[in-house]
Structure formats: C-alpha cells, structure tokens
C-alpha cells in the first residue's frame, strides 16, 4: 500500500451535506481518512505533487442504510402488497415459517452482497435473532445492532429483554466498537412498558442508540388510542390474549412516545407514515432522529411519509430500505429516487444528505457520511458525468446502482 495521500477528482463532489462542490477533489491518506476536499484547483495548489485520479461523475461518502431487516432477505417476493398492515404481516410470518435456515442463509448472503453492491459502508439492522451478524462483519459494515424484541406478557417479556445481553454477548457484540448493540423494541403497541423501560435503560446505560417502529400506520394509532381496530383484532387472535390485558395507553403514538421518555436523541423513530403535523412539531423539539422507509411504506399500504411536513419542522430524516419482505432492494439511493420523484421540490442534495449524514447521525455514528478532514466514510463514485442542463446531484439520484463504485472503504473513528 503507498503511504502517499491519494488526490481523487470528479465533474463533482458531495460532502455529505451542504452544496455540490464542481468540478471537486478529495484527498485521503492510506487508512482511509480525509484529509481534505474542495475545488479540484484548491486541491491541487494546496498538496501540490500528488498525482490526480480522474474520474468521471460524483463522488460522495458511502450510503448508510440507517433502517433495514437483513436476516428477512430470504422474503423478497414472498408477501403480499397493497393490502394494508396486518394482511402484510400474516403474509410475511407466514413465508418466514415456510425458510428454513438454509433459505434464511442464502438469503442473509445475498441480501449483504446487494447492500455492497449498492455502497453501503453503515447500516441499522432491526434483528430478532442476531442471525445477519457474521456476514455484516465479514462484509466489514459498521452500524448498529438493534436487537428487537415483543411482548404483551409484562413479566416475560422483561425476561426476554434479560436474556438478550447473554446472547449478544455469545457474538462478542457487547464490545464490538463496530457494530454497536442495543435492545429496542418493536412497536409501542406490541411492547409491555415495563420491558420497553428495561429496553431504554439497557440502552442509555451502553451510551447506545434505541431503535422504534413509530407512526407506521393507522392501526397502530387506533390500538393505541383506543384499543380497537385491525391491529388489535389480530393480536388478539394471534397471542390468544384478550385485548384488555394489553390495553396500556390511551395517546396517539407520538405521546405515548413521549410519555415512555422515549422522544429525544438517542432514539431512532423509524416510518412516521402516520405522524400529524402537531405530532411532527414534537419529534422536532425532542430531538429524536428520524428514519423513513418509503418504498416499504408504499408497498404496504402504498402511502409515503409526510416528508414535506417534516422539512417545515426542521426534522432531517435518514432514509432506511426496511426489508426485502416489503421493498424491492437493498438499495438506499433507490428510496432516495423515489422521494426525489414524488417530492421534486425537495433539492437533490438534501436528499443526498438523507442516505450519507443524516443517516449517520441516525445510528449515532457522526464521524461516518461527511467528508471531513479525519473522518473515514467511505469514498463512492457515481459514475458518469451529468449532461447539459442537469444537475450532478440530479444526475446521480438517476443512475443504476451499476455505476456505482467504493473507491475508498469506510471505518468509524478511533474516538467514534
């Protein structure tokens, strides 16, 4: 390996947020850290004598996938879509019953090749069974393990939350600095308060990020609010519990949140489909990040999140891809394609910024996505340079995820 910087130059250059750079460079030393990034003609004058990689299209910090199911890749194309919540949920439960591990494997295996393919260097991985965490440290990924659980039984449910160190444990995730872990539950409605309160407690006392499945549709704020509707009807039939054992609350989704301790930073609040303006104006003031998964949300209940209402709170949501039980891919850009699509007035950087910074601060890890001096994201080029007229942000939101290519690898900071 040469102990010289490299000097890697591009029609442009994306630094994780703010504007494109034109006609732009980065220089990274030999472990992978920036050292600088600016205008080609910057860059040259201050490190004279480097030798120039040229290369046509964007260059950026890796994706983070801040959102997403790995050990369900063995679904994809095995659920129904369109049909609302609960029908998708007994579709998916279904097919996961009718894996096995040698199905489940394979598809782990695929589903981390397509997540490099598409130049993901960090992601969110919402596990129930930790059965993705050697192929995502084989493949050198770094995130977060955000190991779920669900229960209505309160003392149960609080001796599952107890078992789930020892098994994180038995794959030496307690001290992976890599891929940090954390209990978190699945959903407020599916979750005992007395485990959900173990749950944060665990979190907050390993300094760890908490994920949350929160405001994801309808059902949910109707169990919530009232114990009644579709949600309800199928926990009831499915647990064999009958509906006022777990009839806990009686808010809206964003309250009950609230009302746990658990709108603030260090929760990840993942979808909010469902989310009010009013209850958007709360997730703002508390700090919680956000994540959205739009090409699930649409496969679902085929509705999108209420992005535009979000910007106007000053929430900057990162963008996950959910599982391939309800999205297509793997493929982050591909989500930020869509709201691109539908939202064409929200500028193409921000939405850069949604798979690159937002989403690191998603998971907590703020040295990944920028391409700051001492920083190590990952160097990714989209290829091909934008035609006249079109953006190079615009431009790259469009390209397959063929053109893409990890030029640098990523790797989250000593101090991280």
Same mark, same amino acid.
């Given at each position: 390996m040469s102990e010289r910087p490299r000097l890697l130059c591009a029609d442009a250059v994306f630094l994780g947020e703010g504007p494109i750079v034109s006609d732009g460079a980065?220089?990274?030393? %030999?472990?992978?850290?920036?050292?600088?990034?600016?205008t080609r003609s910057d860059m040259c004058?201050?490190?004279?004598? &480097?030798?120039?990689?040229?290369?046509?299209?964007?260059?950026? $910090?890796? /994706?983070?996938?801040?959102?997403?199911?790995?050990? !369900?890749s063995s679904l994809r194309g095995r659920t129904p879509s369109g049909k609302g919540f609960v029908p998708w949920l007994d579709g998916m439960l279904a097919a996961r019953n009718d894996c096995d591990e040698v199905d489940e494997s394979i598809g782990i295996s695929e589903g981390v090749a397509e997540l490099l393919a598409a130049g993901t260097v960090?992601?969110?991985?919402?596990?129930?069974?930790?059965?993705?965490?050697?192929? =995502? @440290?084989?493949?050198?990924?770094?995130?977060?393990?955000?190991?779920?659980?669900?229960?209505?039984?309160?003392?149960?449910?609080?001796?599952?939350?107890?078992?789930?160190?020892?098994?994180?444990?038995?794959?030496?995730?307690?001290? *992976?600095?890599?891929l940090r872990w954390a209990p978190s539950p699945h959903t407020l409605h599916t979750t005992h308060p007395l485990a959900i309160e173990a749950m944060a407690r665990i979190a907050r006392d390993?300094?760890?990020?908490?994920?949350?499945?929160?405001?994801?549709?309808?059902?949910?704020?109707?169990?919530?609010?009232?114990?009644?509707?579709?949600?309800?009807?199928?926990?009831?039939?499915r647990t064999q519990t009958p509906r006022e054992a777990f009839r806990w609350h009686t808010d809206g989704p964003i309250l009950t949140a609230k009302t746990l301790g658990l709108l603030r930073a260090d929760v990840t609040a993942v979808h909010l489909t469902d989310?009010?303006?009013?209850?958007?104006? !709360?997730?703002?003031?508390?700090?919680?990040?956000?994540?959205?998964? $739009?090409?699930?949300?649409?496969?679902?209940?085929? @509705? /999108?999140?209420?992005?535009?209402?979000?910007?106007?709170?000053?929430?900057?949501?990162?963008?996950?891809?959910d599982s391939l039980a309800s999205c297509p891919t793997l493929d982050v850009l591909a989500e930020a394609k869509?709201?691109?699509?539908?939202?064409? *007035?929200?500028? %193409?950087e921000v939405l850069l910024a949604m798979v690159t910074s937002y989403g690191a601060r998603a998971l907590g890890?703020?040295?990944?996505? @920028?391409?700051?001096?001492?920083?190590?994201?990952?160097? =990714?080029?989209?290829?091909?340079?934008? $035609?006249?007229?079109? *953006?190079?942000?615009?431009?790259? &939101? @469009?390209?397959?995820?063929?053109?893409?290519? !990890?030029?640098?690898?990523a790797s989250p900071n000593d101090e991280a």
């Open positions: 980065v220089i990274v030393d %030999p472990r992978g850290a920036i050292v600088d990034a600016g004058r201050l490190h004279a004598g &480097l030798h120039a990689e040229l290369h046509r299209g964007l260059l950026m $910090p890796g /994706l983070v996938n801040a959102h997403t199911h790995v050990e !369900l960090a992601i969110g991985e919402v596990t129930n069974t930790l059965a993705a965490v050697p192929a =995502l @440290r084989r493949a050198g990924l770094v995130g977060c393990v955000f190991h779920e659980v669900f229960g209505l039984d309160g003392p149960k449910t609080v001796a599952r939350v107890e078992a789930l160190a020892r098994e994180a444990e038995a794959l030496g995730l307690l001290d *992976d600095r890599s390993r300094g760890a990020q908490m994920s949350l499945h929160l405001a994801e549709h309808p059902a949910e704020r109707w169990a919530l609010q009232s114990g009644t509707g579709p949600m309800v009807d199928w926990l009831e039939r989310a009010q303006p009013h209850e958007l104006d !709360l997730v703002a003031e508390s700090g919680a990040r956000v994540v959205l998964c $739009p090409r699930s949300n649409l496969f679902i209940e085929m @509705r /999108l999140p209420p992005l535009l209402a979000m910007r106007r709170a000053g929430i900057e949501p990162a963008l996950g891809t869509v709201l691109h699509e539908r939202f064409p *007035d929200v500028p %193409p890890f703020g040295s990944m996505g @920028r391409l700051v001096k001492g920083t190590r994201p990952g160097i =990714l080029l989209v290829e091909g340079a934008p $035609p006249a007229g079109l *953006d190079a942000a615009r431009h790259a &939101l @469009r390209q397959p995820m063929s053109k893409r290519h !990890l030029l640098v690898s």
